[in-house]
Nanobody
Framework: QVQLVESGGGLVQPGGSLRLSCAASGFTEDYYTIAWFRQAPGKEREGVSCIRSVDGRTGYADSVKGRFTISRDNAKNTVFLQMISLKPEDTGVYYC???????????????????WGQGTQVTVSS
């Protein structure tokens, strides 16, 4: 069973930085994609970024391009989301999600991902 555990959320001022981590385990196939989603209060859960296991190829939502970077540490089975130049509109619960296969589209629906972490709160406020 795939398990995902997020960490690294917190309170940060506008313009600040945070790094989220997603510790992943339990994959039984070599080809999978890990993504970050976020959900602000009263809004739909939206895709932020994704990364493919097969080649490390990444994808980003337009709203975070140039500010967020997704990366992985294969030895530790961990995926990171480095966030800089944070804005109040980046506030929300950030979730790590996973699916088998090599499709990495940041616009993918939450329904495309069967495996989820518990989420970590990110608050950008002065």
């Amino acid at each position: 069973q795939v398990q995902l555990v997020e960490s690294g959320g917190g309170l940060v001022q506008p313009g600040g930085s945070l790094r989220l981590s997603c510790a992943a385990s339990g994959f039984t196939e070599d080809y999978y994609t890990i993504a970050w989603f976020r959900q602000a209060p009263g809004k739909e859960r939206e895709g932020v970024s994704c990364i493919r296991s097969v080649d490390g190829r990444t994808g980003y939502a337009d709203s975070v391009k140039g500010r967020f970077t997704i990366s992985r540490d294969n030895a530790k089975n961990t995926v990171f989301l480095q966030m800089i130049s944070l804005k109040p509109e980046d506030t929300g619960v950030y979730y790590c999600a996973a699916r088998y296969g090599s499709s990495c589209d940041p616009r993918a629906s939450r329904n495309d991902y069967p495996y989820w972490g518990q989420g970590t709160q990110v608050t950008v406020s002065s």
